[in-house]
């Protein structure tokens, strides 16, 4: 095994599968599809199951943030702010003006629809806040403010004097606190929904990239792996790794649909969630499995 516990040769793979988790989120839930009565499953409450755990798919989102967070914590500033900014953009940018929007048009033709555009429309399109053409272009603008963000909090970070774990327990309430206030605030004060979405998008999201900075600056991921192999080893730690984060995208889905709560919870077992996986990836290195992850993380951006 590598001295790093997460070489840059397993990216991909991870991205992989979050690739997974991210067709199932948009696939799979009942609410997009045109006619979901015919859909043969157990249902609970109704809804049937594999759309409950779709929506707790979206774990996606905090490997692709931890990931980033793990790679900017020694590499952010070999780039520009602006040289991490444009690829994105321009990759969204084509997808918006040569597939989405004339999908778009094609769907309005179909079904006898008008489409109304006006300049504020195009503007918070191409910027990435809202567009009716691309439903989840929210990462674009998401991703320029982490960027635009990062130094100063990474900075503030490692001033921060706590112990690692200390530091990880902080942004995990950093990350539950004020969403929780935010959804408070939002039943009893007037915001705006684009403000209140790139708010919420931005503090559910944010610490999971500082978490994955954390990881790597302190080698935490090196210290859970002493930790455990003290204990286990072998066949059990491979099966608790492949249990683990199937585990949690279950009971994150079952928590979330009895609960009826829509605050974002993955910081809570982003670490754990990202060793297990990464530990799995490790271990099915160069098989038929591994290769085919390695494939769809590749084209992230197709789908993202």
């Not at 840059?8 to 199932?24: P, R």
């Not at 708010?199 to 792996?225: C, R, T």
Request: with cysteine.
């Amino acid at each position: 095994m590598d001295k790093d516990f997460f070489p840059k040769e397993y990216t991909n793979s991870v991205k992989g599968v979050a690739i997974i988790l991210m067709v199932c989120l948009h696939l799979l839930q009942e609410r997009w599809m045109p006619d979901s009565s015919m859909i043969i499953d157990y249902r609970l409450d109704g809804v049937p199951l594999s759309s409950i755990i779709a929506y707790a798919c979206d774990s996606c989102i905090g490997i692709f943030a931890f990931i980033t967070g793990y790679g900017w914590a020694k590499s952010f500033e070999q780039k520009s702010i602006f040289g991490r900014i444009r690829p994105l953009y321009q990759t969204y940018w084509i997808i918006l003006v040569m597939f989405a929007f004339p999908a778009r048009i094609i769907s309005s033709m179909i079904n006898s629809e008008t489409i109304a555009i006006n300049a504020g429309d195009i503007i918070l399109s191409i910027v990435g806040i809202r567009s009716v053409s691309v439903m989840f272009q929210w990462y674009i603008f998401f991703f320029a403010c982490a960027v635009l963000t990062f130094r100063p909090l990474w900075n503030l970070t490692k001033r921060i004097r706590l112990r690692d774990y200390q530091k990880i327990l902080l942004f995990i309430v950093v990350s539950i606190l004020p969403q929780v206030a935010l959804s408070v605030a939002y039943r009893y004060v007037v915001i705006p929904a684009i403000i209140r979405d790139e708010i919420s998008h931005y503090i559910s999201w944010m610490p999971g990239i500082l978490i994955g900075a954390i990881a790597k600056q302190n080698n935490v991921f090196e210290q859970i792996d002493a930790l455990i192999n003290k204990r286990i080893n072998g066949d059990l730690k491979l099966i608790g790794c492949i249990i683990f984060p199937v585990g949690c995208i279950v009971v994150k889905a079952l928590i979330l649909h009895v609960s009826g709560i829509t605050t974002n919870i993955d910081a809570i077992f982003i670490l754990p969630f990202m060793y297990s996986t990464i530990y799995v990836v490790r271990w099915a290195y160069g098989g038929l499995v591994e290769k085919t992850l390695r494939y769809l993380g590749g084209y992230r951006y197709i789908y993202g």
